[in-house]
T-cell receptor, first 109, second 116 residues
Framework: SQQGEEDPQALSIQEGENATMNCSYKTSINNLQWYRQNSGRGLVHLILIRSNEREKHSGRLRVTLDTSKKSSSLLITASRAADTASYFCATGTASKLTFGTGTRLQVTL | IAGITQAPTSQILAAGRRMTLRCTQDMRHNAMYWYRQDLGLGLRLIHYSNTAGTTGKGEVPDGYSVSRANTDDFPLTLASAVPSQTSVYFC???????????????FGPGTRLTVL
């Protein structure tokens, strides 16, 4: 069963624009993680934000976490064609890491 | 090698046949996992292992078995494949403790399995 639900399911933007993806979840978490999956490849970890953190940055990535609303967002700034991929949020608890169904991002030239 | 390798890359299998998907990691991670990824359903955990010698059932374990004889290898076996097991299978690993969601997971490239 999915803990995280991403929104939107698909997003198409032009190169240079910003892309925002959202993740909502239902129960208390220790952390929330974001992963990227290029077509035909395995998932790659992007960033982990702990439940006591509100914002985290890594290069062109900015992640926010609002535990009161049980939601997180991933912002990719100045997108590139190479950012085209599926993005998954995953909620981490003491017993497991549960993945959502993903947002498919298409960045066009 | 660095990371996780999986074999085969893809396989077409007749229903009823036995199949073992191989997974090897060289990061000395304690925890390992097998997921299946199906369109619209995301990743679902099949089996996991906290450490060598121990295994446990995930969300969708029926029809699959695993073993963990050593730290590096975590094979997944389909004893008698059925068409509903057509999927992309990913092996992953993470540092301890156990299989908690406290740490990032590292994924292999996947095995695309088709059961006819």
């Amino acid at each position: 069963s999915q803990q995280g639900e991403e929104d939107p399911q698909a997003l198409s933007i032009q190169e240079g624009e910003n892309a925002t993806m959202n993740c909502s979840y239902k129960t208390s978490i220790n952390n929330l993680q974001w992963y990227r999956q290029n077509s035909g490849r395995g998932l790659v970890h992007l960033i982990l934000i702990r439940s006591n953190e509100r914002e985290k940055h890594s290069g062109r990535l900015r992640v926010t976490l609002d535990t009161s609303k049980k939601s997180s967002s991933l912002l990719i700034t100045a997108s590139r064609a190479a950012d085209t991929a599926s993005y998954f949020c995953a909620t981490g608890t003491a017993s497991k890491l549960t993945f959502g169904t993903g947002t498919r991002l298409q960045v066009t030239l | 090698i660095a990371g996780i390798t999986q074999a085969p890359t893809s396989q077409i299998l007749a229903a009823g046949r036995r199949m073992t998907l191989r997974c090897t990691q060289d990061m000395r991670h304690n925890a390992m996992y097998w997921y299946r990824q199906d369109l619209g359903l995301g990743l679902r955990l099949i089996h996991y292992s906290n450490t060598a010698g121990t295994t446990g059932k995930g969300e969708v374990p029926d029809g699959y078995s695993v073993s963990r004889a050593n730290t590096d290898d975590f094979p997944l076996t389909l004893a008698s494949a059925v068409p509903s097991q057509t999927s992309v299978y990913f092996c992953a690993s993470s540092t301890g403790p156990g299989i908690s969601g406290y740490n990032e997971q590292f994924f292999g490239p996947g095995t695309r399995l088709t059961v006819l």
